[in-house]
C-alpha cells in the first residue's frame, strides 16, 4: 500500500530550478520527521534532506545545503523539496518518506512510511 504520494519530477536544464512535493495518503502527517531521499541508477539510496515535525528544523546532506530547501505545510499535510541551480548530478528518483521512530534525520532506517518516487533529470 502507497503510504505517501510525491509529484513534480520533470527534465530539466542544469542551472534550471524544480519544485517536488509530497502527501501522506488519506492521513495527516505522523508525528515524526519527514525526508527527502534520491537514487541514481547503480547507487544506494541516499538522504538529501530532513525536516521535524513541529519546529520544523531542517538537515542537509551536503550535496545538497545551500541549493535545496525543504519545508513543510501542516495545515495541508504536504511537504515540499525546493531545488534550485540544478545539476546532472542531481538526476535521479526522488523518495519522500515518514519517520516512524524517532531519531536522526539522516538515518535512512528510522522512515516506515514510503513514496513511490518522482523522476527528476537534469539535462546537461
Known amino acids: 500500500q502507497v503510504e505517501l504520494v510525491e509529484s513534480g519530477g520533470e527534465l530539466v536544464q542544469a542551472g534550471g530550478s524544480l519544485t517536488l512535493s509530497c502527501a501522506p495518503s488519506?492521513?495527516?502527517?505522523?508525528?515524526?520527521?519527514v525526508g527527502w531521499f534520491r537514487q541514481a541508477p547503480g547507487k544506494e539510496r541516499e538522504f538529501v534532506a530532513g525536516?521535524?515535525?513541529?519546529?520544523?528544523?531542517?538537515f542537509y546532506d551536503a550535496s545538497a545545503k545551500g541549493r535545496f530547501t525543504i519545508s513543510r505545510d501542516n495545515a495541508k499535510s504536504t511537504s515540499y523539496l525546493q531545488m534550485n541551480s540544478l545539476k546532472p548530478e542531481d538526476t535521479a528518483v526522488y523518495y519522500c518518506?515518514?519517520?516512524?521512530?524517532?531519531?536522526?534525520?539522516?538515518?535512512?532506517?528510522?522512515?516506515?512510511?514510503w513514496g513511490q518516487g518522482t523522476q527528476v533529470t537534469v539535462s546537461s
Open positions: 488519506g492521513r495527516p502527517f505522523s508525528g515524526y520527521g
Open positions: 518518506a515518514e519517520q516512524t521512530s524517532g531519531g536522526s534525520l539522516s538515518r535512512l532506517s528510522l522512515y516506515g512510511n
Open positions: 525536516i521535524t515535525s513541529s519546529l520544523g528544523l531542517t
